[in-house]
């Protein structure tokens, strides 16, 4: 779903004066739909109704469900600190009414993941910033549902900062809104690159545009770290390091969460025609080995739907005559609020499923989702996961520097790609610390990452100078029940046999 954003964030004075050069005077509280973005972190905060994000107090509930990972590590670890070997597990049993899975497991995983690197050293001196850029599209109809990656990013570095900085090197964050127009993403990216001068891109969001990103990364052999992992071209660039699962795992996440969780085993499908995404999981959904296939649901009717129209109460007309059990919707989050409405005026109230950025904050609220139940699979931990050091840290973070933001699954995602650029210069921590860090440098930390879950935030990732970045088919199970984020399935990730074919 894709949900206005509430109130814009503001940077203090403070931090808006030290970073005056070249940057918009919209970073000082403007608006900043059309303008490059620049945040420090350390006093940056977000004005938006204060909600506490619910630790899940009924997840897992069922005995028979999966629990929170013990294999958590303490929560002064640092990523790529080392922790129990990564082993797969014994398939989980699965919640009521969801029938043993010989495909899909859940995996303890190594919660810390990485090589051992030393522990943590406090930083005696300031070194010269770091410079990291960051797109995104942050405005209009996308921007609804994708915008939160912006804060997320933005309260990492907020943290790394009150630490010292990144190996003591202050962060400074360039985001610059896409407008969802491929050819500023293409030219936004250039500037970043050869006129802004970043060491990296941190944390796009773009689940329309992110393809026209990758020529450029590819041109200047520039990296791109962690993201929204919603196109598909995230595991087909070697310049392209995501931060969690395999996109189309995630995708049919939800398909195999709610038939473990409810028992429910037949789908209809809703897809927007506008973005690619939509229409290759529709076509993944009802292919042998594709999405639906995997995740053990039969598919029994598809619509194409568009972004725009202000009712789909036919689409829900036609899912209750095939006798759907659910709704998988790949739309933005206000459509996924318009179908719940038009399904609620036919009397029609089954659970809606569907990519994890598709359900903002706005749901909690809305009064004809907290009328059912909706199903997400996302690339990296549960926001309501308990059990997990790494969740508790962006917890604690959220209280300290934006204590009225109310984050959803993307600001996670955000916050886990900045903790992937942290894993990666703590594994260089010494050349770090004495001297500028460089692209080189961050290229020299990412290949030395292999199987990084990032203390329990993904399944683990692995990557190899001049080869494609190693995700596993895993999603995590995400829902919004009873008007609170829930980890309907617990911690732990689920892994299908291989990732899901396109179709």
């Known amino acids: 779903m894709f949900q206005p954003r509430g109130r814009r964030y503001r940077l203090t004075q403070a931090v808006c004066l030290s970073l005056a050069v070249a940057l918009s005077a919209t970073a000082c509280g403007g608006d900043d739909s ?70 899909t497991k859940g995996n303890k995983g190594n919660a810390a993941g990485g090589a051992k690197t030393p522990a943590i050293v406090p930083c005696t001196k300031q070194l010269d910033p770091v410079k990291i850029g960051q797109v995104g599209t942050f405005s209009g109809l ?50 970043l690159i050869v006129n802004k001068k970043v060491q990296a891109i941190v944390g796009s969001a773009m689940p329309i545009s992110f393809a026209a990103m990758v020529p450029t990364l590819e041109k200047h052999k520039f990296p791109q770290i962690g993201g929204d992992l919603v196109d598909p071209i995230w595991n087909e660039s070697q310049y392209v390091f995501p931060q969690g699962g395999g996109t189309l795992s ?38 042998k080995g594709g999405m639906a296939d995997m995740a053990k649901v039969e598919v029994v009717g598809t619509q194409g739907v568009s972004l725009t129209q202000p009712s789909f109460t036919s689409g829900c007309q036609l899912a209750k005559d095939k006798g759907a059990q659910f709704i998988t919707a790949y739309v933005d989050a ?15 109230r089954v ?19 907290s009328k059912i139940k909706v199903y997400s699979g996302s690339p990296n931990a549960p926001l309501a996961a308990t059990g997990i050091p790494a969740i508790d840290a962006f917890r604690t973070a959220l209280k300290t520097f ?45 290949y030395s990452l292999k199987n990084e879950t990032l203390g329990g935030l993904g399944p683990g990732v692995t990557f190899e100078r001049g080869k494609l970045p190693k995700t596993q088919p895993c999603y995590y199970a995400v829902a919004v029940i009873d008007k609170a984020y829930r980890a309907p399935l617990g911690a732990q990730k689920l892994c299908f046999a291989h990732e899901p074919v396109k179709g």
């Open 34 to 103: 059309d303008a490059d973005q620049a945040a420090v972190g350390a006093d940056a905060a977000i004005q938006d109704p204060a909600t506490d994000t619910a630790a899940d107090p009924a997840a897992p509930a069922d005995p028979e469900a999966i629990p929170a990972d013990p294999a958590a590590p303490d929560a002064t670890a640092a990523p790529g600190a080392t922790a129990a070997p990564d082993t797969a597990g014994e398939a989980n049993k699965p919640a009521k009414g969801g029938g043993k899975d010989a495909k």
């Open 142 to 191: 996308v921007g609804q549902t994708t915008g939160r990656h912006k804060e997320g990013l933005a309260l990492w570095a907020s943290a790394i900062n009150a630490k010292g900085g990144l190996e003591c090197h202050p962060v400074q964050v360039i985001a610059v809104d896409d407008q969802n127009d491929p050819q500023r993403t293409a030219s936004v990216t250039e500037d």
């Open 250 to 287: 995630a995708f049919a996440g939800p398909m195999d969460a709610i038939r473990r969780a409810e028992g429910m085993t037949k789908t209809f499908i809703l897809y927007c025609v506008e973005a690619t995404i939509c229409t290759t999981s529709a076509k993944s959904a009802q292919t």
């Open 334 to 348: 206000a459509s996924e609020l318009r179908l719940a409405r038009s399904c609620d005026s036919i009397g029609f």
């Open 351 to 369: 659970p809606i499923v569907g990519a994890s950025f598709s359900f903002t904050s706005a749901a909690l609220s809305d009064p004809f989702i």
């Open 402 to 446: 934006m204590p009225d933001f109310v984050p959803d699954q993307s600001a996670l995602s955000g916050w886990a790609s900045g903790k992937l650029l942290e894993a990666a210069m703590g594994s260089v921590s010494a050349k770090a610390r004495a001297g500028s860090i460089t692209t080189a440098m961050i290229y020299d930390g990412l």
